[in-house]
């Protein structure tokens, strides 16, 4: 069953104002495709038959990213390829999902790992909510490279793209806790300001 033949749920405004006419779909389809994806996950960590340095998390990232995409193409909208990561956008709005804890945590503890990619951080600060006007300012001598690529937006997500996060905990046994999504800046000590956020409900796991 593709997304556009499931029912769709009564999405919110800011949903809708984001995601347009597919605003719907997705409001029922994200905690779906985290559910399957968690149910591959957890088939690779039994596999793996390991107490430690389980597969979960690496396979996990992997599938939700996959069932994001997947649930872009079935709606007819497009997946753009960035360093070699598959990101869904949807009326130019790409999604990011992000597993920001092992157990049931508050969004408020969530917070970028201090050897997250230089990728991840340019997608924020490029195409993530800005700061409040002046807040931030950087005198032009003292603008390093580094600072000004880090704002540089990727061709590849479209200049006007923005980042919806979908933000989650989950582990091998339990599988996901918790699902919220909207818009979060990232601040200098890789917490996140919410600018706006929303709670998903979270789907059964599919039978294996």
């Excluded at 924020?124 to 700061?131: C, E, I, S, Y």
Aim: charged residues 25%; proline residues 7%; contains cysteine.
């Amino acid at each position: 069953m593709s997304v556009s033949d499931r029912d769709p749920v009564t999405p919110s405004a800011w949903a809708v104002e984001r995601f347009g006419r597919h605003a719907g779909a997705l409001t029922a389809e994200v905690p779906l495709r985290l559910a399957k994806a968690h149910a591959k996950a957890h088939a690779a960590h039994r596999a793996a038959g390991l107490k430690k340095r389980s597969p979960y998390g690496a396979a996990l990232a992997e599938a939700v990213r996959e069932g994001l995409a997947d649930a872009a193409r079935e709606l007819g909208e497009p997946v753009r390829d960035v360093r070699g990561y598959e990101y869904a956008v949807i009326n130019d709005h790409a999604l990011f999902p992000f597993k920001y804890a092992n157990r049931p945590r508050p969004l408020i503890h969530a917070r970028l790992p201090a050897n997250a990619s230089p990728t991840r951080r340019r997608l924020f600060h490029a195409h993530g909510p800005q700061a409040q006007d002046g807040l931030f300012d950087v005198d032009d001598d003292l603008a390093t490279e580094e600072y000004l690529g880090l704002h540089e937006v990727f061709e590849e997500l479209g200049r006007s793209t923005k980042l919806v996060c979908v933000f989650f905990t989950a582990d091998a046994e339990n599988g996901i806790h918790v699902i919220h999504w909207g818009e979060a800046r990232l601040e200098p000590d890789r917490t996140f300001t919410w600018l706006h956020k929303e709670q998903l409900p979270v789907a059964p796991v599919p039978l294996e």
